[in-house]
């Protein structure tokens, strides 16, 4: 799937279900010339693990309590990643990936996995 297709012209202006924005990305100054020379990436997966982290896929450096995804950015990025998401305060060191800043990694991080993997069906069922 095309970077474009996930990070559509709408992006700032999609809502979570309590009707705030949650914060549209921010490009991290320098770092992406313009977003649209991007556009054509191809992108093979979202992961917020950058263990599973594959060539081509987006990595969500997501900060937590124990452990800051930003830590794991030279990883993903080493194991293939095209593209880091990473919080706008989130203290990252120099990489040959573009980074986009996010005000909300988690949520925009669910944006992209909706746009990703599309609808879900309504009822699901597993036998365990």
């Known amino acids: ?3 474009q297709s996930l990070i559509a012209p709408d992006y700032a202006a999609d809502r979570s279900p309590d009707g705030n924005s949650g914060g549209a990305l921010q490009l991290l100054p320098g770092s992406v010339e313009d977003l649209k020379n991007l556009a054509d990436m191809e992108i093979k997966g979202l992961s917020a693990d950058s263990r599973q982290v594959s060539q081509g896929f987006i990595f ?3 900060p937590g309590t ?3 995804g930003a830590t ?3 990883s993903a990025a080493e194991k293939g990643a ?6 706008a305060d989130a203290q990252l060191p120099a990489l040959d990936v573009p980074i986009l800043r996010s005000a909300n990694v988690r949520r925009d991080l669910a944006l992209l996995a909706a746009r990703y993997y599309g609808p879900q069906p309504k009822h699901i ?3 365990t």
Do not use: G, T
């Not at 095209?82 to 919080?87: H, K, T």
């Open 1 to 3: 799937m095309k970077l």
């Open 60 to 62: 969500a450096a997501i």
């Open 66 to 68: 124990v452990a800051d």
């Open 72 to 74: 794991f950015a030279i």
């Open 82 to 87: 095209s593209l880091i998401l990473a919080s």
């Open 125 to 127: 069922i597993a036998i």
